[in-house]
């Protein structure tokens, strides 16, 4: 395996380690590479860059090791939830470009109506005696988040007040 060129910025083409992927070619049995150079194919049957993978059918179990980003690239989320990793979802960009496509848009201003909305529906749950955890369930973030934002908001100095009216500590 070339370790060199993998940590380098010069290629995006990366073979996957024969013997990782022979660990999952047993449990799977691939039958076509979709992303494959001839010496690298893991696959009797691959698609190359010239053949364009992506546009050409996918049948039976295929494989898939993707190129990897270049330093100036980022993978835009086309609509603004990043957690939603489907490819129709994805787009690659240049990272000035996609820096400046946020400022055009507006993008930030939207973000902290956002979060406006979010604290007010935290300060709304928080005030029904919710715990943090149960907060973070509601509002589809981590019980770290909520603390933080409470810790922002100013609202954790009302949790040992809220804990000796209570009568716990």
């Known amino acids: 395996m070339n370790t060199e060129a993998m ?3 010069k290629t995006d083409l990366y073979e996957t380690p024969q013997d990782f992927f022979d660990q999952l070619d ?6 076509l590479d979709v992303c494959a150079l001839p010496e690298n194919a893991k696959c009797k ?5 010239e ?5 050409q059918p996918w049948e039976g179990m295929c494989w898939c090791n993707p190129p990897y980003l270049a330093e100036n690239e980022v993978v835009h989320h086309i609509n603004h939830i990043r957690d939603d990793d489907r490819v129709e979802n994805l787009m690659l960009m240049d990272k000035q470009e996609h820096w400046q496509m946020h400022l055009a848009e ?12 979010c604290r007010a529906k935290l300060l709304e749950l928080y005030q029904l005696g919710m715990s943090d955890g149960k907060i973070g ?8 988040t909520v603390r933080y934002t409470r810790l922002r ?11 000796k009216a209570e009568g716990t500590s």
């Open 137 to 144: 369930k509601a509002l589809g973030v981590s019980k770290e």
């Open 153 to 163: 908001m100013g609202l954790l100095a009302h949790d040992k007040k809220r804990s």
């Open 7 to 9: 940590f380098s910025s």
């Open 51 to 55: 053949m364009d993978g992506l546009s």
């Open 45 to 49: 049957r691959y698609y190359t860059p």
């Open 106 to 117: 507006g993008f930030h201003a939207r973000q902290k109506k956002g979060f406006k909305i």
């Open 26 to 31: 047993a449990e799977f049995h691939f039958d």
